[in-house]
């Protein structure tokens, strides 16, 4: 049965919640007629990623009003919140698919409890917290949802702190997309113009080693522990660099913190990049500091590139990170941990290549998008 379905996203951030819709959209577009709305950057009007969607002939909708609202918070959520209505009355779509909490309370908001749309919610991570007052608020918003599609289990309880009723959480794990069919040559393609866009963007030595990373620049992220963990590096080699992508209120003082270590010259910012992904295949090493994402969608297309992980272990990476199977597993804040597996990647690189070949099988054989699209279809179902 063919289906009108409206995709909202707040970025098209490859490397954000737009990751998994990407993959999702992809394989949806083959039977149903699709739209998106992006209800929060709009620097990604020009950009590939959108290119990508239009290409699948997905129109794409930005409905934030850039600049202009930039210092009036509120008045630019109602502004986005009416654009979407509007959007909604225009395409008559029988489900309104989001991704990430920020787009599902502006869908909620503006769906009517009686509409004959279905809404979903997609949950790639915790749930941010917030005061007593607007968790009340929340509440209603969320219980507006007719199904959560969960990314791992332990995100269930997150949604049950709002009274959400069992039954409207479905755990769908997430999925790699494999855009070159898992070809050897194009792999190693890949890789090579990765590791040129990552010198570019960063102006690195092409001998450089580079430990990547993407997270949200917040102390939940632990980006502090790689930034100590390059330190300890750099009292042994002065070759390693530890890039990372991602934006935040942190920071400033994250700058701060790595310019009291000896490892300032060698730990990059680089905000979110217009080419990310593509960078992934550049890295000698992919580290994740915190389990506030179950499953990552960063981790697993590090792993799809071939790219060795070093990740903190919990039931949110346990699927993926089978340690000295497809990556190294260690304890969260074990800054020494993370300098310790690195030095035996750069010092057996013939080892580092074969943890990376086992976990790019391992991802696209445990986490492939098939699956993954015809479980969301089977909820549009019912």
């Known amino acids: ?63 934030s009003s850039g600049e202009k609202l930039k210092h009036r918070i509120g008045a630019a959520k109602i502004q986005t919140a009416l654009r979407l209505r509007k959007r909604i009355a225009a395409f008559q779509p029988d489900i309104v698919h989001t991704f990430g909490q920020s787009a599902t309370h502006i869908a909620a908001a503006v769906l009517l409890r009686d509409s004959k749309t279905k809404l979903c919610s997609s949950v790639f991570s915790k749930w941010k917290p917030h005061t007593t007052p607007t968790k009340r608020f929340e509440r209603c918003l969320l219980n507006r949802v007719d199904r959560f599609v969960l990314a791992d289990e332990c995100l269930r309880s997150e949604l049950q702190n709002f009274d959400i009723a069992n039954e409207k959480l479905s755990v769908i794990t997430n999925a790699v997309r494999v855009g070159n069919d898992g070809d050897p040559k194009l792999d190693k393609n890949q890789q090579q113009r990765g590791r ?16 990547m990373t993407s997270a949200d620049l917040l102390p939940v992220t632990r980006l502090k522990d790689l930034i100590w963990a390059t330190d300890l590096l750099s009292c042994v080699r002065d070759d390693v660099h530890l890039v990372i992508f991602g934006k935040g209120s942190q920071h400033q003082n994250l700058l701060k913190f790595a310019a009291c270590t000896e490892a300032a010259d060698h730990i990059h910012f680089v905000g979110l990049p217009a080419q990310p992904l593509e960078m992934f295949g550049g890295a000698d090493v992919y580290w994740n500091s915190h389990l506030q994402t179950p499953t990552p969608s960063s981790v697993l297309a590090a792993m799809n590139f071939g790219v060795p992980v070093i990740s903190v272990y919990g039931p949110e990476t346990s699927p993926l990170v089978l340690h000295q199977e497809t990556g190294f597993a260690v304890n ?51």
Not at 30 to 45: I, P, W, Y
């Open 1 to 63: 049965m063919t289906r009108r379905i409206l995709l909202v996203v707040d970025s098209l951030y490859p490397l954000g919640d737009a990751y998994q819709m990407k993959v999702l959209a992809e394989g949806l577009a083959r039977q149903h007629k699709l739209a998106l709305c992006v209800t929060g950057s709009v620097d990604d009007e020009g950009s590939s990623e959108s290119a990508f969607y239009r290409s699948l002939d997905i129109p794409v909708h930005f409905l």
């Open 196 to 211: 040129e866009l990552l010198m570019r963007e960063t102006g690195l030595d092409a001998t450089a080693f580079v430990a």
């Open 332 to 382: 969260v804040g074990a800054r020494d941990e993370f300098a310790r597996w690195t030095k035996f990647l750069i010092e057996k690189p013939e080892s580092a290549q074969q943890l990376g070949d086992q976990g790019r099988r391992h991802c696209r054989h445990q986490f492939r998008a098939n699956p993954m699209v015809r479980m969301v279809e089977r909820i549009y179902a019912t």
